[in-house]
């Protein structure tokens, strides 16, 4: 059965880091793009950042443009989201998701279902 889950959120002061894994089971994470989302209560769900499956493009949030890595490590079947100098604004819960068909390129995912796991609670306050 593919699984994705979410892990590495934690409470942290502002400027602080976190990194975030994406682990999959049940299927090859590498075959496919992913992406981080983030919400908050009250708000709609946005896209953090991606990686695309075919040439390890990535993409970016203007709000967290510099400040954050999107990274694979195949071998562990895992997406990371390196977060530095994180900012309160960055208090969310942060979601994965894959692209439902692999090999597409796509840098984000495209998806058409709207399941979403459990996520990881990532607070930053002083």
């Known amino acids: 059965q593919a699984q994705l889950e979410e892990s590495g959120g934690a409470l942290v002061q502002p400027g602080e880091s976190l990194k975030l894994s994406c682990a999959a089971s049940g299927f090859t994470l590498e075959y496919y793009s992913v992406g981080w989302f983030r919400q908050t209560l009250g708000k709609e769900r946005e896209a953090v950042s991606c990686?695309?499956?075919?040439?390890?493009?990535?993409w970016y949030a203007d709000s967290v443009k510099g400040r954050v890595t999107i990274l694979r490590d195949n071998a562990k079947n895992t997406v990371y989201l390196e977060m530095n100098n994180l900012k309160p604004a960055g208090t969310a819960v942060y979601y994965c998701k894959v692209d439902d068909l692999p090999f597409r390129g796509y840098v984000c995912p495209k998806y058409e279902n709207d399941y979403w796991g459990q996520g990881t609670q990532v607070t930053v306050s002083s």
């Open positions: 990686i695309s499956s075919s040439d390890g493009s990535t």
